[in-house]
């Protein structure tokens, strides 16, 4: 079984960045396809970048392009999301999740508990 924790979340004004973390457990990180996906309030979660297991692949939301940059370091289990010129709309629950690379959240089988990012204006 993998666990997931998510952290760096914070309040930042609008056009400044933030480094997310997910930090997995379990010898088998690297044979995983890793996500991040984000919760408005009142909304779904959604799709915001993904990265393969290698890391050799990556895809982005259309909202996010340009400005956030999804990693991983398999050596230290973790994943990162930096994001940078943030915007008042990226505001929500962050989730980290690990599974087969998709923009789907049911291609994901394990999920952290969130961590809270709020950009003001």
């Known amino acids: 079984q993998v666990q997931l924790v998510e952290s760096g979340g914070g309040l930042v004004q609008a056009g400044g960045s933030l480094r997310l973390s997910c930090a997995a457990s379990g010898r088998t990180f690297s044979t995983y396809s890793m996500a991040w996906f984000r919760q408005g309030p009142g909304k779904e979660r959604e799709f915001v970048a993904t990265s393969s297991a290698s890391g050799g692949n990556t895809a982005y939301a259309d909202s996010v392009k340009g400005r956030f940059t999804i990693s991983r370091d398999n050596a230290k289990n973790t994943v990162y999301l930096q994001m940078n010129s943030l915007k008042p709309e990226d505001t929500a629950v962050y989730y980290c999740?690990?599974?087969?690379?998709?923009?789907?959240?049911?291609?994901?089988?394990?999920w952290g508990q969130g961590t809270q990012v709020t950009v003001s204006s």
């Open positions: 999740g690990a599974g087969t690379y998709s923009r789907s959240r049911y291609s994901y089988n394990y």
